[in-house]
């Protein structure tokens, strides 16, 4: 099936990249159900506490009409949310503090609390809140920061990730933002910026260290920790500049997940982990924290603490997921809340004298739409847009030229990763490559190929990537062999937890490259039985015998509900668990 409506997005020497239709109909019917918790938490206990910054006060008119009862009658009480220094693994141990009575209407000396009101010997409600203040971080060396004292204010820099969002889904369900991005700020949107890993941690390891995540779990074997490694961050910190780092979904966290300890110490100044987790908790809603959905929360949180350091150089990272893990639409849902941030963070004066990186770790990596053409290219193909002052704009006039021309390069989170570092230098932008990236303000080849931008083939959008394999008798035999192989991954990390599967049909085979004189590379798409989804990659051998062996499993059926027998492990796709097993934890 040709499912091209306008040529090229991209035509280089080394890679081009196919114009979809982005509501074709083998995709359309994806976007036809909005995402489930649009409206959630509106029938939720509503809180009426109200928040300016760091001082809490009490909405008279909302207490009498939700909960029927005076301010006079409510009494408050805050516990501060502190990270258990004394745990084995503080990360996955927040501590509340003692119950302190809240001071309305005056400050608050707390980053993250708990709050508890209750009136008549009830509770109404307990939540928890983001409380915004200053931070006053240390300089950790004599790295001085050159444009500092040469009078000009160092460029901060905020790095804003929506999780498992492609370009094409970006423009799909983002339109206000898009149009805010391209028209107002005159971001620079790079078409071709390809993942290089299966999901969030292949990919934000790159972004983040310049490692491999291969190469970054054998340096944590060593050390257990990720206190000294190499994260972006750390230049930025020692010439003084005011870091911050949260994520949702706190337990599949990129530090902690599945089985990593995190940080010994804290990493940065503004670590919102322990509040996080306990947000997280199971007899709180997922998405919700009372009548307030938890994403608009570290948004509008996100946008106090810029607002608040709009003076001093900072380093922010922040990463959702909430919205757009489970749901390929949920992306509308945080469509305005973002472009209402931009929107305010310019007013500020905020994005004046900050570099922004708009970015995506990944595409929609689940269910009917990942299985489809277009749905497994915009897998590859998440977005990202940079921002740049335009004090910076004027400055550095040869690195404008190339982040024109790079837009149509291919790209990868090492470059990313390069680009970062190289604005870490400024005012020194000398366009330095690492190990695996090549820093934007710089040349990046139009012979550029993923072979070359350390992207593996299973990997690779661009065209000519793959074929047709037309021979289903060899493509069935190779699958019933990558039946095999998972059935024995499963065993080997579970140990007779879960159920065998069966062979059913494959639904496509493709060749990635190779000859059938050596070997060829192949990619199928397998239902089992019971039904689940694999998407395999793997090799051939030898015309005469075809040898197999598989080199990648990706899962693209939902299974988080049939894997709750497990311990927390990143080979969970490969499971179902046993239906007594399954049972048993249920009821757990």
């Known amino acids: 099936m040709n499912l091209f409506r306008a040529g090229y997005l991209l035509e280089t020497v080394g890679c081009s990249l196919p114009q979809y239709d982005s509501y074709h109909w083998t995709v359309s019917s994806s976007f036809a159900q909005d995402a489930p918790y649009e409206t959630i938490c509106k029938d939720l206990n509503h809180t009426v506490l109200v928040q300016d910054f760091d001082r809490f006060t009490l909405n008279a008119s909302a207490l009498r009409s939700v909960y029927n009862v005076s301010v006079r009658e409510t009494i408050c009480h805050y516990n501060e949310i502190h990270r258990n220094q004394a745990a084995e693994a503080p990360d996955k141990a927040p501590r509340l503090g003692p119950s302190e009575p809240l001071p309305l209407g005056s400050r608050l000396s707390a980053d993250y609390v708990r709050i508890s009101c209750s009136a008549r010997g009830r509770t109404l409600f307990a939540e928890y809140f983001f409380v915004p203040r200053l931070k006053h971080p240390k300089r950790q060396d004599a790295d001085t920061n050159e444009a500092s004292s040469q009078g000009e204010s160092p460029m901060s820099i905020l790095i804003l990730g929506i999780d498992a969002t492609s370009r094409m889904n970006f423009h799909r369900h983002m339109t206000m933002t898009t149009k805010y991005l391209t028209e107002e700020l005159h971001a620079f949107e790079f078409l071709a910026f390809n993942k290089v890993g299966d999901n969030s941690s292949p990919n934000l390891f790159p972004f983040l260290t310049g490692m491999s995540f291969h190469d970054a779990e054998s340096l944590y074997r060593r050390a257990e920790r990720f206190d000294d490694f190499p994260l972006v961050w750390n230049p930025y910190k020692r010439k003084g500049y005011t870091t911050l780092f949260f994520e949702e979904a706190p337990d599949w966290g990129l530090f902690t997940y599945p089985n990593f300890t995190g940080f010994s110490s804290t990493p940065v100044d503004y670590y919102a982990v322990p509040i996080m987790r306990l947000m997280d908790n199971p007899n709180v809603s997922r998405y919700c924290m009372g009548s307030r959905l938890k994403t608009k929360v570290l948004i509008k949180y996100l946008g106090e603490v810029l607002k608040l350091n709009r003076n001093k150089p900072m380093f922010s990272y922040t990463w959702l997921v909430y919205a757009t893990h489970d749901h390929v639409k949920g992306l509308k849902l945080i469509d305005e809340p973002i472009e209402a941030l931009l929107r305010e963070l310019s007013a500020y004066g905020v994005l004046d004298n900050t570099a922004l990186f708009m970015m995506s770790d990944h595409g929609f990596r689940m269910d009917g739409f990942r299985a489809t053409e277009i749905g497994r290219y915009e897998d590859k193909n998440p977005f990202f847009f940079l921002v740049l002052p335009k004090r910076f704009l004027a400055d550095y006039p040869a690195a404008v030229t190339h982040l024109e021309v790079n837009q149509r390069r291919l790209v990868t989170h090492y470059d990313l990763h390069a680009t970062l570092l190289d604005l870490s230098k400024l005012p020194t932008l000398d366009a330095s490559a690492t190990k695996n990236g090549l820093s934007l303000f710089g040349r990046v080849p139009p012979e550029r190929t993923c072979a070359n931008a350390s992207i593996a083939p299973q990997f690779c959008s661009c065209l000519g990537a793959s074929t047709r394999f037309n021979d289903d008798e060899v493509a069935a035999s ?86 709750t027998c497990l311990p927390q492990s990143k080979w969970q796709s490969m499971c179902m668990c046993k239906p007594e097993l399954l049972e048993a934890s249920s009821v757990l």
């Open 478 to 563: 190779f699958s019933r062999y990558a039946v095999s192989y998972i059935n024995a991954l499963a065993q080997l990390h579970f140990n007779d937890s879960c159920v065998v599967w069966e062979f059913d049909s494959f639904d496509e085979a493709s060749l990635l490259g190779g000859s059938v004189n050596s070997e060829l590379t192949i990619r199928v798409m397998i239902t089992t039985r019971p039904k689940a989804i694999f998407e395999v990659y793997g090799a051939l051998h030898n015309i005469s015998s075809w040898e197999k062996h598989v080199d990648f499993v990706q899962r693209l059926d939902r299974y988080a509900n049939t894997t």
